[in-house]
Structures are given as structure tokens and as C-alpha cells.
């Protein structure tokens, strides 16, 4: 009977190892990939940062937050950025941001967003991939 139950363990071990190592899509290429997002904020006192990335039909939606220090900060507009290094389908990226709190329009394509509450739905069909 031990040996029984060893063997399925096994098995579903290997099964699960599969599951997670196969893209979503057969056809998806998976290769390493840098993903990086940059941007201008109002002075040097921001910080973003990669929190999660989902693959979203045939997009990877990269999900990242702006945040500010407290106190003073150089008063000068900056450029801030993360970058993660992993192995992801070869399909375009959409980046959402969190945090921005100044009116001006950035140049980058981002989308940015008040809350994860106005993509939580959308990211139901997909499959998250990275979370930091």
C-alpha cells in the first residue's frame, strides 16, 4: 500500500511540474524575456516597482505601483524603472500603472489605473505568471 501511494505522489508531482511549465496557449513561444517599465515622474523622491504579471488572452499585462517616499526630494522631473528578467511568452505587453497622483500627461503608453479594482475582472480569464 506505502508504495502505492509513493508512486501517485510521484505521478502527480510530474503532473503538476507539466501544468505549470506550459504556456497557456500551446502556440506561445516561451522564451527569456526582459521586462521593463520606465517612466517620468514629478521629482526624485518616486520609486516603481513589477508587482504581478498576468498572461491576458494574447497579451502579457504587466501591473506595476508608484510610490512616494516621505520628506523632501529633489525637485527635478526623473526618470524611475524596474526590470525583471524571466522566461514569458513571446506576445505583446500592456503596462498598468498604479499610483499616479500628478495631472500632467505622461508621454509613455501606459495605462494608468486608481485601483486593481478596475482590471480585477478582467484578470479572471487570465493567468497570473509572476507576482512579486
Known amino acids: 500500500m506505502r508504495h502505492s501511494v509513493d508512486k501517485l505522489c510521484i505521478i502527480a ?63 527635478a522631473i526623473s526618470t524611475v524603472s524596474d526590470k525583471i528578467h524571466m522566461d514569458l511568452p513571446d506576445i505583446p505587453i500592456k503596462h498598468f500603472i498604479l499610483g499616479k497622483t500628478w495631472n500632467w500627461e505622461n508621454r509613455e503608453p501606459y495605462t494608468f489605473i486608481k485601483s486593481m479594482d478596475e482590471i480585477k475582472g478582467s484578470l479572471e480569464d487570465g493567468r497570473l505568471l509572476y507576482r512579486n
Open 13 to 75: 508531482m510530474i503532473l503538476c511540474a507539466a501544468c505549470i511549465s506550459t504556456p497557456v496557449n500551446s502556440s506561445d513561444t516561451v522564451s527569456a524575456r526582459n521586462i521593463e517599465v520606465k517612466m517620468q515622474v514629478p521629482d526624485m523622491g518616486w520609486k516603481i516597482r513589477i508587482n504581478e504579471i498576468h498572461q491576458k488572452g494574447g497579451e502579457l499585462w504587466v501591473i506595476s505601483s508608484l510610490r512616494r517616499h516621505a520628506g523632501m526630494a529633489g525637485q
